[in-house]
């Protein structure tokens, strides 16, 4: 199973909009509704944001939103604060397994 | 409040054998869907997801390294054991485990993991 693809970074100003791809295949992104995303600061744990694709569990920022268009699935992160500098990773179901994707680096300039 | 806890040997050598230990709280791993993930991140590298197993005994394995893995658990002592054989330095990352709950297709929360370095 190959690791779906990001970014490797992504950078915005704060206050900005950005956006992170995870693009995968028919068997993966493309074929549930189940994509998530995990966002990691370093030497930390990843920490869940995103699950089914857009909702956010309890307790994390309405900045933060997800959304699926055929084989690739996008994060949103909207109103950037430099708190939100981290990795981010998304994850997806696929037959029995998961698969992770490549990583992104997003920086707060 | 849902823990996780890793624990296992900081170094192992070459073709040795490691065995990683999962303790969970807050949660029963006899509880219907209940389930635990074990994922890896090489240092400086992205996430693996290695394998599951859920209460009713179900478990499901990394394709790439099905053979080499073995998952359980032991609910009386709310442990998961994975064990990986064959070890190389290739395999050297932070391993983490991470609760999972039948059909719902995410990780949350996270164990704080623990670094394993593979070397002689």
């Given amino acids: 199973q190959s690791a779906l693809t990001q970014p490797a970074s992504v950078s915005g100003s704060p206050g900005q909009s950005i956006t992170i791809s995870c693009t995968g295949t028919s068997s993966d992104v493309g074929g549930y509704n189940y994509v998530s995303w995990y966002q990691q600061h370093p030497g930390k744990a990843p920490k869940l944001m995103i699950y089914d694709v857009s909702n956010r569990p309890s307790g994390v920022s309405n900045r933060f939103s997800g959304s699926k268009s055929g084989n690739t699935a996008s994060l949103t992160i909207s109103g950037l604060q430099a708190e939100d500098e981290a990795d981010y990773y998304c994850s997806s179901y696929t037959s029995s397994s998961y698969v992770f994707g490549t990583g992104t680096k997003v920086t707060v300039l | ?120």
């Avoid at chain 2, 296992?8 to 209940?34: D, H, I, Q, W, Y």
């Avoid at chain 2, 389930?35 to 990394?62: C, M, T």
Wanted: glycine residues 4%; aromatic residues 10%; positive net charge.
């Fill in chain 2, 1 to 120: 409040q849902v823990t996780l806890k890793e624990s296992g040997p900081v170094l192992v050598k070459p073709t040795e054998t490691l065995t990683l230990t999962c303790t969970v709280s807050g949660f029963s791993l006899s509880n219907a869907r209940m389930g635990v993930s074990w994922i890896r991140q090489p240092p400086g590298k992205a996430l693996e997801w290695l394998a599951h197993i859920f209460s009713n005994d179900e478990k499901s394995y990394s394709t790439s390294l099905k053979s080499r893995l073995t998952i359980s658990k032991d609910t009386s002592k709310s442990q998961v054991v994975l064990t990986m054989t064959n070890m190389d330095p290739v395999d050297t990352a932070t391993y983490y485990c991470a609760r999972i709950v039948t059909f719902r297709n995410w990780f949350d929360p996270w164990g704080q993991g623990t670094l394993v370095t593979v070397s002689s």
